[in-house]
């Protein structure tokens, strides 16, 4: 094997070596927030609560999209009223809308929310006993009564859940965002070999140009006609190379 196959191959293995980690360190909480709506909030500061509805899903089904997307470090038994992923910084609960049981809640819980906020004993029938522990330092956290989004009414945390703000959205910003799009149309007086349009608002436009002509030079064009090059003779060695 040539000497250029090994140098490329150690360029894409360092390539991927950089790629793998950026990807494993982006939060599950990224992609609940470009998929869905946020609902509501609830703390601060590393202390946060954020449920997000998907509308017309199950809650196996919403799980199973989240899993796919990274896989937590535990999974709760799969139900059609109330599951837990466990990843690295987070706990999410996925569980029936109790306005609307077409609907799923997808509740993020920081871990530090968790802790202060959560009863352990109800965690219990879902997460293994050595999740539990790490999560709650063996005992020393998981005295709270609250137990989901669903119940906050009931079983309530230590702060209130409230619409979100401006604030809270630029934080979470929901899918329903309004955006908008702009279509750059081709330039009538641009000729066949036009192959778009510049962006902004100049309006100019790209060619590709075939001549090699002084004219061309002047407007700026992209791509040129490589010069033909000559034999070069060395001397003394009577052999003809060609240019590179």
């Known amino acids: 094997m040539s000497k250029k196959w090994w140098l490329h191959s150690i360029k894409i293995l360092l390539l991927i070596s950089f790629i793998v980690p950026m990807l494993a360190a982006c939060a599950i ?7 869905y709506p946020l609902e509501s909030v609830n703390g601060s500061g590393n202390q946060t ?6 509308a017309d899903q199950t809650v196996p089904e919403v799980a199973k999209q989240l899993v796919d997307k990274k ?11 109330r599951m837990f992923l466990v990843y690295n910084d987070e706990v999410i609960q996925i569980q029936q809308a109790p306005d609307d049981p077409a609907d799923t809640l997808i509740e993020i819980d920081s871990k530090e929310y968790v802790r202060n906020n959560y009863s352990s004993s109800f965690l219990q029938g879902y997460l293994l006993a050595s999740v539990l522990n790490d999560l709650f330092d063996h005992g020393r956290y998981g005295k709270g009564t609250y137990r989901g989004y669903s119940s906050k009414d009931t079983y309530k ?10 604030q809270d959205l630029k934080k979470a910003p929901p899918v329903t965002v309004n955006r ?5 149309k081709r330039s009538k007086n641009a000729d066949s070999s036009a192959v778009g349009s510049g962006s902004g608002s100049s ?7 075939t001549g090699g002509s002084s004219s061309s030079k002047k407007s700026g064009s992209v791509f040129t006609k490589p010069k033909k090059s000559t034999p070069k ?6 052999r003809i190379s060609r240019r590179r």
């Open 29 to 35: 909480s990224d992609t609940v927030k470009e998929q």
């Open 49 to 54: 609560s954020y449920v997000y509805r998907a």
């Open 71 to 81: 896989k937590p470090e535990q999974q709760s038994a799969e139900s059609t009223e």
């Open 157 to 166: 945390p230590k702060t209130t859940y409230h619409a979100p703000t401006a």
């Open 180 to 184: 908008t799009g702009t279509i750059f």
């Open 203 to 209: 309006g100019s436009t790209g060619k590709v140009v």
């Open 233 to 238: 003779i060395r001397k003394g060695s009577g």
